[in-house]
């Protein structure tokens, strides 16, 4: 079965920082864009940051811009969120996709999401 897995989360105060990390199972994630996704209860998944498969391009949601920062190392066969600044709304479940970044409507991706690993931000 191929899917990506999530991790890292966790629970922080506002101002505070994680670092999620995605993998994959069945296949590799190296030398494919990868998008990172959350979702907030009652609300629609959105698209937070795309890196293309060499990471040398990269794309924000502008909700994030200045505050998160997505690489990958394909060495390790993983791609990063650095996620600095937190904020409450920023509370929900991340996830990581294969993700057609140079497409403008990478953040509306639809793709078979893995578990994903929840942020809590409080205030």
């Known amino acids: 079965q191929l899917q990506t897995v999530e991790s890292g989360g966790g629970s922080v105060q506002t101002g505070g920082s994680l670092r999620l990390s995605c993998a994959a199972s069945g296949f590799t994630l190296d030398y494919r864009a990868i998008g990172w996704f959350r979702q907030a209860p009652g609300k629609k998944r959105e698209g937070v940051s795309c890196?293309?498969?060499?990471?040398?391009?990269?794309k924000y949601g502008d909700s994030v811009k200045g505050r998160f920062i997505t690489s990958r190392d394909n060495t390790k066969h993983r791609v990063y969120l650095q996620m600095n600044s937190l904020k409450p709304e920023d509370t929900g479940t991340y996830y990581c996709a294969v993700t057609p970044c140079d497409s403008p409507g990478w953040a509306l991706w639809d793709a078979d999401w893995g578990q994903g690993t929840q942020v809590i931000v409080s205030s």
């Open positions: 890196i293309n498969n060499s990471g040398s391009s990269t």
